[in-house]
Each structure stands twice: as C-alpha cells, then as structure tokens.
C-alpha cells in the first residue's frame, strides 16, 4: 500500500513538474482571428471579438486579449480591423453548368410569352454566325403555348440550333438543329420519368421534360471541350468564395459525376466539394452504376457520396 501510494505521489509530482516546464500544455492555435465582431448563431452570444483555429476546429472564442495567449510563435495572426466574419456558408444543392459555347438573349420578364421570346430569338440569329447555339432560359409559359414548339422555332431559327430552357431545369424545347446536334431523332424512346412530345405524326415536337430532358443536358454538356469546362468550374469556384460559401453539394447534372470529380481535382478547389450522383434513366429503368467507380475521397478536399433521387410518377417527374 506505501509502495502503491509512493507511485502515485511520484507520477503527481512529475505531472506537476512538466506543467511547470509547459510540456504538456495544449499546442499554440494555428490560426488567430482578432479585433472583429465573429457571428457565432449562438443566440446568448452572437458576436465575439475573436477567436482561435488549432487544425480544422474552432477551439476558443473570446476577447482579443483572451485569444492572443493561445498564440504561438507560428501562429498566423489576423486582425480583422473591427469587421464582421461569419462562419462559411455551405451550399446544399448546387448544379454546375458546363455548356459549349452559346448565346443567350435577355427576356424583360422571367416568364416571357411566344411573342416576346420569338423576337429576342430572332434578333439573336441576326447577329451570331450560323451554326451558333442559341440558349435563352425562359418561364414555363412558353411549354404551354401551343404556337411555341420545334415547327415555330424552324422558322425562327432554320441555321442555328435553338433550346429554349426553362428556369425550373425539367424542361425544354428544341428545333430539329438543336435535336440533331444532340443526335436525337423521332424514334427517340422515352426514359423513365421523361417525356419527348410528339406531334400527331408521331414526329417530335421539340418539347422535352424530366428524365428526357436530363438526359440531353448531360449531352449538351459532354459538347463542351476541356478547356471550356475548366473555365465554367473556375467561374463557379470564384462566386463560391467571394459569396464566402466554403463547402457544396454537388449534384453531378449536366455533367457526369466522373467529369465532376476531374475538374475540381484539376482546377484545383478552395472549398470543400461533396459530388453527389445523378442517377439518368433508359427506357428500361435507372442507370444505377454510374459513379460507382469512384474514389470516395479522390481529393483533400473532394469527396464522392450520396444520390440524388428524383421521385417519378407516372410519365411525369417531380424534384424531391
């Protein structure tokens, strides 16, 4: 029992003698953020004057005084000058649009009628060279004009490819340039949960909706070369910090999850991605292996997880 109790005032003593020498003591914070007002969300306490960053976790908050004996010698300190900082926003759901090139005319409203969306297309083909794609994005009054449809937008349009995309992103209408640069012809089937309108010759018609219409816009996606899509995702990746969102999830429509993963992995990404699949549909029902191959961590700060599921009723789609 003596000898047990000697042991243990011992190992007191040494523990006592290392604080004293600072070994022991918690590492310095890496990162110090001074002299600000830093929203927290906590409703007792909503803004501090600083705090301190060790790794990835916020380990104090306080007063500047209180944080600055968490610095060390190393730490990078950061006096916000009385500004406010927040905590980064993260993005939950967010779609990358990569596109080949394109023209896409302003509407005076987000739901423009035929009328007005016939004339900013014609002025468009005015003024581009022929063969160049015409993309403006439309309300969804035009899928309920019956004047509106691939015949009218022919006539409009004869040398340039037209697709005319709804703001809701299920649906859009196509002239036959359009359907033939994306290889689709009137024996098209449809996919599961989408939709080609035909016209009573069994002809298209030009309107496409749901799972038909992803499946065109992954099409019309893979159109865009390397260089073009670098330069889509690097225009995303710039708003993201400078809205100060640090993290999104990423649903990999238009592009494929694989095309998604290789460009954050090359532009290279400030904020944390997470590449959540999209799962298209054939006629014969989901394509469920697409993504599957991937890495779930091909990068420090890309991840692969989760699908996104889109309940289909019936021939018609709805986004859950």
């Known amino acids: 029992m003596r000898r047990a109790l000697a042991s243990l005032f011992t190992a007191l003593a040494l523990t006592l003698c290392l604080v004293s020498l600072g070994i022991g003591r918690s590492p310095s ?22 705090l301190a960053i060790r790794g990835d976790r916020i380990v104090a908050i306080g007063t ?21 900082a927040i905590p980064g926003i993260n993005d939950a759901h967010y779609h990358l649009r990569v596109d080949p090139p394109f023209v896409s005319p302003p ?16 002025a468009a083909t005015s003024q581009a060279p022929k063969g160049t794609l015409i993309q403006p994005v439309t309300g969804a009054a035009v899928l309920d004009e019956p004047r509106a449809g691939r015949a009218a ?26 359907l033939k640069m994306l290889s689709v012809k009137d024996d098209e089937p449809d996919p599961m949960g989408g939709r080609y309108i035909r016209a009573s010759d069994g002809t298209l018609d030009g309107r496409v909706l749901g799972f038909a219409w992803f ?10 070369n390397d260089d073009k899509a670098m ?18 999830q990423l649903m990999s429509i238009p592009p494929s999850p694989e095309r998604c993963v290789a460009l954050f992995e090359k532009a290279p990404t400030p904020i944390r991605v997470r590449v959540m699949r999209f799962l ?25 997880s989760g699908t996104k599921w889109v309940l289909v009723v019936g021939r018609t789609s709805q986004r859950r």
């Not at 509407?107 to 014609?122: C, L, M, Q, T, Y």
């Open 215 to 224: 499946r065109l816009v992954r099409r019309l996606s893979e159109l865009a």
């Open 64 to 84: 500047s005084a209180e944080i600055e004996s968490l610095a060390g010698p190393k730490t990078i300190r950061l006096d916000l000058g009385g500004r406010v």
């Open 29 to 50: 914070a890496d990162v110090v953020l001074m002299n600000g007002r830093l929203f927290t969300s906590d409703g007792l306490r909503q803004f501090v004057e600083a």
């Open 280 to 304: 298209l549909t054939d006629a014969h029902g989901r394509l469920a292996q697409e993504g599957r191959q991937l890495r779930s961590s091909p990068g420090s700060l890309v991840m692969v």
């Open 231 to 248: 330069q889509d995702t690097r225009q995303f990746l710039n708003q993201a910090v400078r809205y100060g969102i640090t993290s999104v």
């Open 107 to 122: 509407f005076k409203s987000r739901n423009p009628d035929w009328d007005e969306v016939k004339a900013a297309v014609a």
């Open 153 to 178: 937008l022919d006539a409009v349009a004869p040398e340039h490819p037209v697709i005319l995309r709804t703001w809701t992103g299920n649906s859009a209408v196509l002239n036959s340039a359009a």
